[in-house]
């Protein structure tokens, strides 16, 4: 696909299946879910039962056995009618259950995939701290103190996506101290488990329908068998991870912006002044053309990088021309996203500014996108550090 720039016929089918979904069960929620930061409880295990999660999980633990193509698609098809939930739905498919097959014992592969493939259980990722955002890892002040068998985690982690509803948390912790940014380890860490506490639930800007929290742990003990990865060495997790979290979020951004173009026509064709549509004036035009651009360019990019990234061996991640590949891709979707829906606000008037509009909720998800998973600013140094080496 990344040379021909094209989907597949089975690409393509799930795209349209993922987008017929999207439009009948996920975007008549989405008013719901912004308004009152409702979250459905009986989704995921839909989700689950239709094959809409585990995309890149091997069937043998209950996944579909795609790969991160396919997930992105399904990523930008949920995003184009539900960008709450194709965050909540990306946090716990890729961030949590990806990784946890990609660097997971067999043991918690066989303990978790399943739970989480089938929507029985919710995953998230434990990284971000009050301190510790752009340097996650090296300001990282969440501890877990070696005892035996287990370790003893203290601290806490913050705007954690599905973080107050989730069953299983991706958990990092500093197990060496004076390593900087290593000297970290992940862990499988059940939300039932004794000193794990949801502190509260963050009211946010966007993307209000999905669920973001304060997680902290007290005393909270963790076997030995729920490292994630080799002990002291989460770091190679982190990044290896963090390359296909960005490379997913440029989908959502695609599929935000698709949504975007398709309002600001219907509007532009609709919506009457001096006497005609003004989709009929050059200005609006100007704005709908560069739009329709961004959305082409958006969707090409990160289709190719998505489909370079399922081809990069695991130990390659993280490092090299892919790690800077992930970062413009989603810093060029994000930002060109951005521009999108600042036109289509402008396209739609006053009735784009009303907080209850699709266009508006669009709007107020854009910046998100700019900041999550690496903000602009890290985006760019990554791509300059790689540039320069």
């Known amino acids: 696909m990344a040379d021909q720039f094209a989907l597949t016929p089975d690409q393509q089918a799930l795209l349209e299946h993922a987008d017929r979904y999207g439009r009948e069960r996920l975007a008549p929620l989405a008013p719901r879910m912004d308004a009152e930061e409702w979250w459905p409880d009986d989704l995921f295990p839909e989700l689950g039962e239709l094959g809409f999660l585990g995309l ?26 539900n960008h709450a939930l194709a965050l909540s739905w990306l946090a716990h498919d890729n961030l949590c259950a990806n990784n946890l097959y990609n660097n997971g014992s067999e043991a918690v592969r066989e303990k978790y995939l399943p739970k989480l493939c089938s929507g029985e259980w919710i995953g998230c990722l434990g990284l971000t701290e009050p301190g510790a955002g752009s340097d996650a890892l090296g300001s990282m002040r969440c501890r877990a103190e070696r005892d035996g068998d287990h370790y003893v985690i203290n601290g806490t982690k913050l705007y954690i996506t599905n973080g107050p509803v989730a069953d299983l948390c991706l958990l990092y912790a500093k197990t060496e101290r004076g390593k900087g940014s290593k000297g970290v380890t992940a862990f499988a860490v059940e939300a039932t488990s004794p000193g794990f506490d949801v502190a509260q639930k963050l ?30 060495q989460g770091h190679q997790v982190v990044m290896s991870g963090l390359d296909v979290e960005r490379a997913a979020i440029a989908a959502i951004s695609v599929g935000v912006a698709e949504r975007a173009l398709e309002l600001s026509l219907e509007y532009a064709n609709s919506r009457e002044q001096f006497g005609r549509p003004i989709g009929q004036f050059q200005m609006v035009q100007s704005r709908l053309a560069d739009m329709y651009v961004s959305v082409q360019t958006m969707r090409t990019f990160c289709w190719q990088v998505l489909a370079e990234l399922d081809r990069t061996d695991e130990s390659q991640a993280g490092r090299g021309e892919i790690h800077a590949r ?35 909720r669009l709007f107020r998800a854009t910046k998100l996108l700019e900041i999550g998973a690496g903000t602009t600013e890290v985006r760019k140094v990554i791509i300059a550090e790689e540039l320069l080496r």
């Open 326 to 360: 992930t970062a413009a891709s989603v810093l060029y979707c994000a930002d060109s996203c951005n521009r999108v829906l600042d036109n289509a606000v402008q396209i739609h008037g006053g009735s784009g500014y009303i907080w209850e509009s699709e266009v508006n």
């Open 56 to 81: 890149t999980i091997p069937e043998r633990y209950g996944g579909v056995g795609l790969g991160l193509v396919e997930a992105g698609l399904v990523a930008q098809a949920f995003a184009r009618w």
């Open 203 to 232: 009211v946010k800007m966007g993307f209000r329908g999905s669920p973001t929290g304060e997680l902290v742990f007290d005393d909270l003990p963790v076997p030995l068998t729920q490292i994630v990865g080799t002990e002291h």
